[in-house]
């Protein structure tokens, strides 16, 4: 058997060569950093543009499926890796069936209630290869994954929060879950172990990309956690990609409800002021306080592409094709701020789109 069919082998698709003339975007490397929602909804628009993506996922999940694994298994949670996974699925018979399967969740009235089929086949592969990254990669394989997916550490992590409830008093809260839906104002978020074990293929993919996409997601559960591990801070530093930050189509999540957008941004610059970003892209028809946003960025030298990537005005749910759009802009330079002139006019299905 050669190398190129071996399991637990990613299957290199397509062009892995530089971009060499504007459009040409295929050939680009890029590196996507999140979890949950906000990463999938980068990535179903990502595969619509990029041949080599590489998502790099949160592993601190403790609700739900992944949860219950936690606690029966000595294995990292897969629900958001399942979730990238499903989102880089290809566009065809194959894929869409896949996708369906490994999103599927049974509702029973035994011990399988509730858990999503993708995860306990992950879950299967990571026990027979002995090998997180293999049985990932091998899941992509059987999916026609555009892309790789990548755990952020090779342990499953917690995520500890000091929140000021409305009453005034500061009080810990553990576990993503309950730090995602606390009451009141994170003060400080933490990871346990703070230094855990990095995959080696998370820091070749940072250093070999030509963008690095953080955002969006849940901020303190889903994207500044990368941002915490001093291993990937350090990459991320000192890669010679750019950086583009994607905000939220909304901040009226529990974790971060009474902060604006902006409030959101400048908590990440003053969380790694050594990291410069290159670029925001964010929805002025979704955020009330897109020109502070704006003007934030503007302050710490970043381009600034401000884009309806949203299925609808008011709607915050996320556009495969408009996002895209906006990413082709970003990748080639070509771009302002614009108005609505310059959106593109297509609207999609939003099959599983962000919500």
């Known amino acids: 058997m050669n190398a190129a069919s071996a399991p637990g082998t990613p299957r290199r698709r397509g062009r892995v060569h530089r971009a060499g003339s504007p459009g040409d975007t295929g050939g680009l490397r890029v590196v996507a950093l999140g979890g949950g929602h906000g990463l999938a909804a980068n990535l179903r628009s990502l595969r619509l543009l990029v041949e080599d993506i590489t998502a790099v996922v949160t592993v601190a999940d403790n609700g739900g499926s992944s949860g219950r694994i936690r606690t029966e298994l000595p294995v990292l949670p897969p629900g958001d890796l ?41 879950v299967a592969l990571w026990q027979i290869l002995e090998d997180p990254i293999a049985g990932l990669d091998q899941m992509g394989e ?57 995959p080696a293929e998370v820091i070749d993919a940072i250093h070999g990309a030509d963008w690095i996409i953080i955002g969006p997601g849940s901020w303190y559960t889903s994207v500044l956690p990368h941002l915490m591990i001093p291993e990937i801070a350090e990459a991320i530093r000192t890669t010679s990609a750019r950086r583009c930050v994607t905000m939220n189509l909304s901040t009226g999540m529990a974790e971060t409800e009474g902060r604006s957008s902006r409030d959101l941004l400048e908590e990440l610059f003053e969380r790694e002021p ?22 934030l960025a503007d302050d710490h030298g970043m381009q600034i592409l401000l884009r309806q990537v949203s299925v609808r005005t008011g709607v915050a749910e996320h556009d495969p094709i408009r996002l895209a759009a906006a990413y082709r802009d970003l990748f080639d330079g070509a771009y302002g701020d614009v108005d609505d002139q310059n959106i593109p006019q297509k609207e999609s299905a939003a099959d599983g789109a962000d919500r």
């Open 82 to 122: 399942r979730m990238a996974l499903a989102a880089l699925c290809e566009d065809s018979d194959w894929g869409s069936i896949w996708r369906d399967v490994i999103q599927h969740r049974f509702a029973t009235e035994g011990d399988l209630d509730g858990h999503a089929l993708g995860n306990l086949l992950i």
């Open 274 to 295: 050594d990291i410069r970003f290159d670029a925001l892209l964010a929805d002025p028809t979704a955020l009330a306080d897109a020109s502070e946003l704006a003007e």
């Open 142 to 198: 059987l999916l026609g994954a555009r892309g790789r997916v990548l755990p952020m550490a090779l342990e499953p992590l917690d995520i500890e929060a000091d929140v000021l409830s409305p009453a005034g008093d500061v009080h810990l809260v553990r576990g993503q879950a309950e730090v995602a839906k606390a009451e009141g104002r994170v003060q400080d978020v933490r990871l346990l172990p703070p230094t855990p074990r990095v």
